[in-house]
């Protein structure tokens, strides 16, 4: 799980398998499988590297 802020500070931690797509327009919005929208904080670029850091940390298991 990543943890992400939204707009009204909010912190979530969400299951980044379940992102579908994420835009910046120019807030970032997220995605997911299921058709729920979410607008963060994180750019898109910021949002990328967590992921990559969640996949490196679950991976090295």
Do not use: C, H, W
């Not at 963060?40 to 910021?46: G, L, M, P, W, Y």
């Not at 992921?51 to 940390?57: E, F, G, I, T």
């Amino acid at each position: 799980m990543i943890e992400v802020t939204k707009m009204n500070g909010q912190k979530l931690l969400i299951n980044p398998d379940l992102m579908e797509t994420v835009e910046e327009t120019p807030d970032t919005v997220v995605t997911f499988t299921t058709g729920r929208k979410i607008i963060i904080k994180e750019s898109r670029q910021d949002l990328k590297n967590l992921v990559k850091s969640y996949r490196k940390d679950v991976f090295a298991k």
